[in-house]
């Protein structure tokens, strides 16, 4: 490897995974990805120039692949995105500073994957429940109601209150209901921040996969018991990411 060009870091693994071949990496020509090993860890790479703009939604796609794909067949400890090290021996180092606790998480992650719940209140429903639970807020909507926006001003943005209140206050219950249902199913949790205004859950599960079956239908029955208010997504089988901050390497 040139001395010029560094190592960008996907993930750790244990020492005995291999790559498929020709599985292209970040980067504009993207390097193919390669295994630099240290007693039982390893660390996913490939080549990047000194230059390299990582920074696209190309790039943190193809990152996030090449871990979701790995955790599917062997445990893996995300490295944050965009970390480069200057190469074999900067990677080797690392693993050497860290064997002993990589090697621990490896284990913790055996044979789990993570899964996202995400789901997002339907506009017009979440405001019918809202002004249906409120007549406070009842009163302020039939104000404004074909009324010009800047005689009205006050009213809407006391009714914007009472609507934002009310989806923080269901967003709450809500991701308490999921998680006490799903708690013998996952081996740990971990809330996400909302992505959206009208977001009702984020939450991050890490799941035996021997349970996945049993998890995915109960988020299903979960989402089927609100599809009327909310649109539901589940996300995965991923890689560890949202529980990997504890462990996290940055280069």
Not at 68 to 95: K, S
Not at 218 to 237: C, S
């Amino acid at each position: 490897m040139s001395d010029q060009r560094g190592l960008f870091i996907y993930g750790i693994v244990p020492s005995d995974v291999e790559p498929s071949p020709d599985v292209p990496g970040v980067g504009d020509p993207p390097g193919s990805v390669t295994v630099v090993r240290h007693g039982p860890v390893a660390v996913l790479v490939s080549e990047v120039a000194p230059d390299a703009a990582l920074g696209r939604p190309a790039d943190l796609t193809t990152y996030q692949m090449l871990l979701d794909g790995t955790a599917a067949v062997a445990p893996v400890l995300p490295v944050r995105f965009g970390t480069v090290v200057a190469g074999p021996d900067a990677a080797i180092e690392l693993l050497d500073a860290h064997a002993d606790r990589f090697a621990a998480v490896l284990d913790e992650f055996e044979g789990r994957i993570q899964y996202v719940v995400h789901g997002r209140y339907e506009e017009s429903a979440l405001i019918r429940r809202v002004l249906d639970d409120n007549p406070a807020a009842a009163e302020l909507a039939d104000q404004v109601r074909g009324r010009p926006e800047e005689v009205t001003r006050e009213q809407r943005i006391r009714l914007g209150e009472f609507i934002g209140r009310a989806v923080e206050l269901r967003r709450e219950a809500e991701s308490r209901q999921l998680i006490d249902l799903l708690a013998t199913l996952a081996v740990s949790t971990a809330n996400r921040p909302p992505s959206h205004e009208l977001d009702a859950v984020n939450v991050a599960f890490l799941v035996d996969a021997d349970r996945e079956d049993e998890f995915v239908d109960a988020v299903e029955e979960f989402a089927e018991q609100r599809r009327d208010l909310v649109r539901m997504r589940l996300l995965g089988p991923l890689a560890p990411y949202d529980f990997a901050s504890a462990h996290q390497v940055t280069g």
